[in-house]
């Protein structure tokens, strides 16, 4: 068994590494950090949706904003889609769970928010018709994906694919990926770079 568990931890830094290495990537990550200080400070939020475990790394990167990372800081509007249990079950009840996202972002999305949304397949109905919506507000998409982007390539202004087909080392590098982008949007827009 210590040797699969060997294997899975060097599976995980492999992803890793290829990120690394991935000049696009590291790019477009430096392009995130600018455009989420620049609709903070332009008094917008930033919003997060998934689905499974999706989620769970869409509600743990908006704390890091709405609470704080490093530093003690006044909070930043930012929110994860799927929080009210009511409203996602009322409106999967009613309507259909596939605009769950949307149907609120038609309600609270404003041009110049950011909608980042994470699916490991890229193609996760409810995040693709979310991303629709917020391209139509004139909202500023953010996709975490695995490697091909899946449906979500074409609606992300920003793509952060990650190089696996491998469901847990994919969320493994998102969430590695958003404590990057909440490390240096903190230490941007509050001036404490380390």
Do not use: W
Request: hydrophobic share 40%.
């Amino acid at each position: 068994m210590s040797n699969q568990i060997k294997q899975i931890i060097q599976q995980s830094i492999d992803v890793k590494a290829l990120l690394l290495s991935d000049e696009k990537i590291i790019h477009t990550l430096s392009a995130c950090v600018s455009e989420i200080v620049s609709a903070f400070k332009n008094g917008n939020k930033v919003l997060f949706c998934g689905n499974g475990g999706s989620a769970a790394d869409a509600q743990h990167l908006a704390a890091e904003f709405s609470g704080r990372f490093y530093t003690d800081r006044e909070a930043l509007p930012a929110e994860a889609l799927h929080v009210n249990t009511s409203y996602l079950t009322a409106v999967a009840n009613d309507y259909s769970y596939e605009v769950v996202y949307s149907r609120i972002i038609k309600g609270i999305g404003k041009k110049g928010d950011v909608l980042v949304g994470l699916s490991t397949s890229g193609n996760s109905g409810n995040i693709v018709k979310a991303f629709e919506t917020a391209r139509e507000k004139g909202m500023i998409t953010v996709g975490f994906t695995g490697s091909t982007g899946g449906k979500m390539k074409e609606l992300s202004d920003y793509l952060l694919n990650v190089p696996s087909n491998d469901t847990p080392r994919i969320q493994e590098s998102h969430i590695m990926l958003g404590h990057i982008i909440c490390q240096l949007v903190e230490e941007q827009y509050f001036n404490t770079a380390k």
